[in-house]
């Protein structure tokens, strides 16, 4: 415990206002070039909408802030795995041609798509022992419609791959190369300052770039507390401590600390005596900050995060006791 205060006071209690050394990538009027961190779709408001997170460079307040790329269409592809022979009529080959009349007949009016492209591919396949190694596929690349099949029943193709509502995400990853965090530069956007977002039409207009630079992120550390209520059967947050690290230079081995801290304390069911709340209050280690209920305790907490707006939020075992 001794330890443990030692290496608190050696935490400043402010953070420093002194804009990070940085290397500028500007965004101009041309092209928007931030550093992406992590992509979610949301397929609940439209198949192949996804959002881009990440870190951009403000020249006004000379620091990187943080942004959203809107995509607003990421096509998708779907490959037929052609028969050997029609179901029905066993003895008679199937062609490319009937499975394009198929597909084409059976499959484009439930896509409910406007543009379609059709390839013949070949493509390998390891994860199944009833589709083979390598094929030749009917593949088709379409716009945002109804993407997701089922219960699709095929004459002259077995399987359709790629029929999965996450492969928006993978089609944009695998097609643009992004193999994780890295700077990406977006042509053709539009910016809406009334939402702080990006949008882009097109995936072909996000290009990854060979830059070997991180930007500093910000990091929020999180320890929660609970306690058994007094059915035993539920639990209630009694306190979550925190630790901000404003500045975290990934890049760099040596990392110079720059840290805010402090603690949420909810005296609900627990009601601590009152040697105890008088020692929180005069505890000078941290700032702790008390409330009367669990509600309370996760709007504040929940405030403070959006204040803080960190790019990484870690903690452990904070689902569980």
């Given at each position: ?17 002194n ?28 198949p192949?909408l ?57 499959i ?6 406007q543009?379609v ?29 109804n ?9 002259t ?21 992004i ?44 320890e ?24 975290h ?7 110079t ?12 069911i ?5 040697n ?7 505890y ?8 009367d209920?669990?509600?309370k305790l ?10 803080y707006?960190?790019d990484?939020?870690y ?7």
């Open positions: 415990m001794q330890q443990i205060k030692e290496e608190i006071l050696k935490f400043p209690k402010k953070v420093p206002n804009p990070p050394e940085i290397n500028e990538f500007e965004s101009t009027s041309n092209c928007f070039i931030f550093y992406y961190l992590d992509v979610v779709q949301y397929y609940a408001a439209r192949g996804l959002y881009l997170f990440g870190k951009t460079y403000d020249a006004t307040s000379r620091s990187y802030k943080n942004c959203c790329v809107n995509i607003k269409y990421c096509h998708q592809r779907l490959y037929f795995l052609p028969r050997q022979n029609f179901i029905y009529e066993p003895d008679k080959k199937v062609t490319f041609k009937d499975v394009f009349n198929e597909v084409c007949e059976k484009i009016p439930k896509l409910e798509t543009e492209e059709f390839h013949k591919v070949r493509k390998k396949y390891a994860f199944s022992d009833y589709i083979p190694e390598e094929a030749d596929y009917l593949e088709i690349k379409c716009n945002v419609g993407c997701f099949l089922s219960d699709v029943f095929g004459e193709f077995t399987n359709i791959l790629g029929n999965k509502r996450h492969t928006f995400v993978e089609t944009f990853l695998v097609e643009r190369n193999k994780g965090p890295c700077w990406l530069k977006v042509e053709n956007y539009q910016e809406i300052p009334k939402n702080r977002t990006i949008e882009c039409y097109n995936i072909n207009d996000i290009i990854a770039l060979d830059i070997d630079s991180i930007p500093p992120l910000k990091l929020l550390g999180l929660i507390k609970k306690v058994s209520r007094e059915d035993a059967k539920t639990e209630e947050i009694v306190s979550v401590g925190c630790v901000v690290e404003v500045q230079m990934l890049a760099k081995e040596t990392v600390l720059s840290l805010d801290h402090f603690c949420i304390f909810s005296n609900g627990s009601k601590c005596e009152k105890i709340l008088k020692q929180l209050d005069n000078s280690h941290t700032n702790v900050i008390r409330v209920s669990e509600e996760i709007y504040l907490l929940i405030q403070k995060i959006s204040d707006d960190p990484i939020v903690g452990h075992s904070m689902l569980s006791k």
